[in-house]
């Protein structure tokens, strides 16, 4: 299996948001966020008259990838505090660097006529619920092959509002 893309990047997650917002600017942003908590990160822009919003899961600093490693004879050891945290924040330096590819990558597509916005970023489009279109439809596309049937896309309106 391939290593993990950016696994060895150093490039700190606070220049990498700052690198998506310059982004999402040159291509026509209208407003940017950028937020994070302990576990997951964040980033929304507004560009050809939709919201748009990323939300990615970070990795938990307690996992084992972080606190234990193999040693030579293939003995699991426990790392130090110190160690842990080092390989926690190289995973979240790395997750950062992947969604600053997969943004750029879009906008590149869109720029130069392989896609357009809405094809791109679907999934990502926010509805005026708040709700992402990819909440709407993800689910629809496992409906439907495990069915063998295209469920509908709104509910009946005759009534019973099924």
Same mark, same amino acid.
């Given at each position: 299996? #391939?290593?993990?893309f950016?696994?060895?990047?150093?490039?700190?997650v606070s220049k %990498?948001?700052?690198?998506?917002?310059?982004?999402?600017e040159k291509?026509? *942003?209208?407003?940017?966020?950028?937020a994070y908590?302990?576990?997951r990160?964040f980033i929304?822009?507004t %560009?050809?008259d939709?919201?748009?919003? !990323? #939300?990615m899961?970070?990795?938990?600093?307690?996992?084992?990838?972080?606190t234990h490693?193999q040693?030579?004879?293939?003995y699991e050891k426990?790392?130090t505090?110190?160690s *842990?945290?080092k390989?926690?924040?190289q995973?979240c330096?790395s997750?950062w660097?992947a969604l600053?590819?997969?943004?750029?990558?879009k906008l590149? *597509?869109?720029e130069?006529?392989?896609?357009? !916005?809405?094809?791109?970023?679907?999934?990502n489009?926010?509805?005026?619920?708040?709700?992402l279109i990819?909440?709407h439809?993800?689910?629809r596309?496992a409906? *439907?092959?495990?069915?063998?049937?295209?469920?509908?896309?709104?509910?009946?309106?005759?009534?019973?509002?099924k």
């Open positions: 299996m #391939a290593g993990k950016a696994a060895t990047t150093d490039v700190p %990498m948001r700052f690198e998506i917002e310059a982004l999402v291509y026509g *942003a209208g407003q940017f966020m950028s908590d302990a576990d990160g929304g822009f %560009m050809k939709r919201q748009v919003r !990323f #939300a899961t970070l990795p938990n600093p307690g996992d084992k990838e972080f490693f040693d030579r004879y293939g426990r790392r505090d110190e *842990a945290r390989q926690w924040e995973a330096r997750r660097r600053l590819l997969v943004i750029k990558a590149e *597509a869109v130069v006529g392989i896609s357009t !916005f809405d094809t791109e970023f679907m999934a489009i926010v509805m005026p619920d708040g709700s990819g909440d439809v993800v689910p596309i409906q *439907a092959y495990k069915t063998g049937t295209m469920p509908p896309l709104l509910p009946d309106q005759r009534g019973g509002g």
